[in-house]
């Protein structure tokens, strides 16, 4: 099995501890990006994978490219051009003051990517698995474009196809709004991931009875949405949800729902009182879920829980990264929470 992600890797720089922006004097730097943390939290767990980006010649995109092959991410498919790699800067919140992001990321390589760049005919020899999200269709045309030649050439192929939806209103800012460009690309998705939010704004899709305040929510509400997003997009086999419940900055319910068309899956829900870093959350659920549902192939169940399980261990590690084994994750599944030293 082999799996390709594509999207945009970036330079994050992120305030030390929970300062603000305007108090700090230094900045810690790391790289991350959603399909890239995919591809990095995949090969954690021993699975062949891929990265495709385009990232310009210069020092800090070598850095970036010698940060993903040490992980054991495959980068030879990256393709070059450009001036300047995106960057994000991330301000930690606490307690009632929520998490903040500010981009960097116009005129990066990326966004100014053209259809005809990348040899996908290449890019998916031997590949059974590819992956993106909604935030690559919402840097540039030229981007959204390049996805739906993959999508196309994957479908073409037979190659299983997943995607995140990942709605970020901050990015849709080229002319475009998410809502006439995802569906035509998530028409070509075989597994479908988003929230309550993701359904509404990128496929017009809007739950119903979900309350997501206060640290409650009622799985049982999705249904209807997984049905909606089925019956719009026929080629979709399952569609997945991640419930958070926002108490606080520090502290939310995590669990997740996968909807089979038939079935509707629920997982344990996990209570995370003291979040380290919950930015990458939601990739290493996509992660957790790939791997469960190539690695435990025909249990739905066991794929979803390990996808909720790896994700909770994520909020406990800094950066965009979950660098956690699946030993520890099925530790977790076994119901050992108790995080006591391994001696």
Same mark, same amino acid.
């Given at each position: 099995?082999?799996?390709?992600?594509?999207?945009?890797?970036?330079?994050?720089?992120?305030?030390?501890?929970?300062?603000?922006?305007?108090?700090?004097?230094?900045?810690?730097? *790391?790289?991350?990006? @959603?399909?890239?943390?995919?591809?990095?939290?995949?090969?954690?767990?021993?699975?062949?994978?891929?990265?495709? %980006?385009?990232?310009?010649?210069?020092?800090? !995109?070598?850095?970036?490219?010698?940060? =993903?092959?040490?992980?054991?991410?495959?980068?030879?498919?990256?393709?070059?051009?450009?001036?300047?790699?995106?960057?994000?800067?991330?301000? %930690? @919140?606490?307690?009632?003051?929520?998490? +903040?992001?500010?981009?960097?990321? !116009?005129?990066?390589?990326?966004?100014?990517?053209?259809? @005809?760049?990348?040899?996908?005919? +290449?890019?998916?020899?031997?590949?059974?698995?590819?992956?993106? *999200?909604?935030?690559?269709?919402?840097?540039?045309?030229?981007?959204?474009?390049?996805?739906?030649?993959?999508?196309?050439? &994957?479908?073409?192929?037979?190659?299983?196809?997943?995607?995140?939806?990942?709605?970020?209103?901050?990015?849709?800012?080229?002319?475009?709004?998410?809502?006439?460009?995802?569906?035509?690309?998530?028409? @070509?998705?075989?597994?479908?991931?988003?929230?309550?939010?993701?359904?509404?704004?990128?496929?017009?899709?809007? /739950?119903?009875?979900?309350?997501?305040? #206060?640290?409650?929510?009622?799985?049982?509400?999705?249904?209807?949405?997984?049905?909606?997003?089925?019956?719009?997009? /026929?080629?979709? +086999? +399952?569609?997945?949800?991640?419930?958070?419940?926002?108490?606080?900055?520090?502290?939310?319910?995590?669990?997740?729902? =996968?909807?089979?068309?038939?079935?509707?899956?629920?997982? /344990?829900?996990?209570?995370?009182?003291?979040?380290?870093?919950?930015? #990458?959350?939601?990739?290493?659920?996509?992660?957790?879920?790939?791997?469960? =549902?190539?690695?435990? &192939? #025909?249990?739905?169940?066991?794929?979803?829980?390990? &996808?909720?399980?790896?994700?909770?261990?994520?909020?406990?590690?800094?950066?965009?990264?979950?660098?956690? %084994?699946?030993?520890?994750?099925?530790?977790?599944?076994?119901?050992?929470?108790?995080?006591?030293?391994?001696?």
């Amino acid at each position: 099995m082999r799996v390709v992600t594509f999207g945009e890797i970036m330079l994050r720089l992120a305030t030390p501890g929970y300062l603000r922006f305007n108090q700090t004097d230094s900045l810690t730097a *790391t790289f991350g990006g @959603g399909e890239a943390n995919v591809a990095v939290s995949l090969a954690n767990f021993g699975i062949p994978v891929d990265y495709v %980006t385009r990232l310009p010649k210069n020092d800090i !995109a070598q850095s970036c490219v010698m940060d =993903l092959r040490k992980f054991g991410v495959g980068v030879d498919q990256i393709v070059y051009g450009g001036d300047r790699i995106g960057i994000y800067f991330l301000e %930690t @919140g606490a307690v009632s003051r929520g998490s +903040k992001v500010v981009y960097d990321r !116009a005129h990066s390589a990326i966004s100014e990517i053209k259809s @005809g760049m990348i040899d996908w005919d +290449k890019v998916f020899e031997g590949v059974n698995w590819f992956h993106w *999200t909604g935030i690559t269709p919402a840097i540039s045309q030229g981007a959204a474009d390049v996805c739906m030649e993959a999508i196309r050439k &994957a479908n073409e192929k037979g190659i299983t196809v997943s995607c995140d939806l990942n709605y970020r209103k901050n990015l849709w800012n080229y002319g475009k709004k998410a809502g006439e460009v995802m569906p035509e690309l998530v028409a @070509g998705t075989d597994v479908i991931l988003g929230n309550e939010e993701d359904a509404e704004m990128v496929l017009g899709i809007k /739950p119903e009875g979900v309350d997501v305040t #206060g640290g409650h929510v009622d799985a049982a509400a999705y249904k209807s949405v997984s049905k909606q997003i089925m019956a719009k997009f /026929p080629r979709c +086999k +399952k569609v997945i949800t991640t419930l958070r419940g926002s108490i606080n900055a520090n502290h939310n319910s995590w669990s997740g729902v =996968l909807w089979d068309g038939e079935t509707l899956f629920e997982a /344990p829900t996990y209570q995370i009182t003291d979040i380290v870093d919950r930015v #990458g959350g939601g990739d290493s659920f996509m992660t957790g879920l790939i791997y469960g =549902l190539l690695t435990y &192939a #025909g249990d739905d169940q066991k794929a979803l829980n390990f &996808a909720v399980a790896a994700s909770c261990l994520k909020h406990t590690i800094y950066g965009d990264y979950n660098r956690v %084994t699946v030993d520890e994750v099925e530790k977790l599944m076994g119901g050992d929470a108790s995080g006591r030293v391994a001696r």
